[in-house]
């Protein structure tokens, strides 16, 4: 039982992390630069999601919690120019 409470905390702390992330970009981020970071995740070899990071530490850190809940799904991390994605 004990080994099913530390999972949902797990996958609770997981949640919350990424709800941080969002509010932090939604809210203007930290650091605004010219540079973003995209981080596609693919799923038999089909596009599955696609998220814009600030940095690239924060892609990798997306990436490095997405593989520990999804194994089975591929992610790559590619630098481009904010100007590609806004106005």
């Known amino acids: ?3 099913n409470k530390e999972r949902g905390e797990d996958r609770y702390a997981d949640v919350i992390w990424l709800e941080k992330l969002e509010l932090n970009r939604l809210l203007g981020g930290k ?7 995209r981080c596609d995740q693919v799923r038999a ?9 600030d940095t690239k530490e924060e892609a ?5 919690r997405m593989q520990q809940m999804e194994p089975d799904q ?3 991390i590619e630098q481009i120019e904010a100007r ?4």
């Open 60 to 64: 990798e850190q997306f990436v490095q």
């Open 45 to 53: 070899g089909q596009l599955y999601n696609r998220m814009m990071f």
């Open 84 to 87: 590609q994605v806004w106005n």
């Open 1 to 3: 039982m004990a080994v």
């Open 74 to 76: 591929m992610f790559s």
């Open 31 to 37: 650091v605004m630069t010219d540079t973003l970071w």
